[in-house]
Nanobody, 129 residues
């Protein structure tokens, strides 16, 4: 079993930055894509970013392109989401995800029930104007 633990959430002002981390423990997976999703109050969960095992492929939601950067360090089984130029509409609970099906599946079907193999518990990000 794999456990994903997020950290780094908190409060920021608009225009500020935060960096989220997601560490995989337990039966740390190899060869899996990792990604980030978010869910704002009253809204459905949405895809934010994903990165392949090799880090060669990254995918981003249009709303975060140019502002957010996903990366990973396989030596310590950790993925990161650097969030810059934050906006109030970025306020949400951010969830880390891991799945062997790859980044395209994460982007196109990751919000469907049962698609993603592993989820973190979520970390709150609040951006004030």
């Amino acid at each position: 079993q794999v456990q994903l633990t997020e950290s780094g959430g908190g409060m920021a002002q608009a225009g500020g930055s935060l960096r989220l981390s997601c560490r995989a423990t337990g039966r740390a997976p190899t060869g899996v894509a990792m990604g980030w999703f978010r869910q704002a109050p009253g809204k459905e969960r949405e895809f934010v970013a994903a990165i392949s095992w090799s880090a060669y492929t990254t995918r981003y939601a249009e709303s975060v392109k140019g502002r957010f950067t996903i990366s990973r360090d396989n030596d310590i089984h950790t993925a990161y989401l650097q969030m810059n130029v934050l906006r109030p509409e970025d306020t949400a609970v951010y969830y880390c995800a891991a799945d062997p099906k790859g980044t395209q599946t994460m982007e196109t079907a990751g919000t469907e029930k049962g698609i993603i193999a592993y989820w973190g518990q979520g970390t709150q990000v609040t951006v004030s104007s």
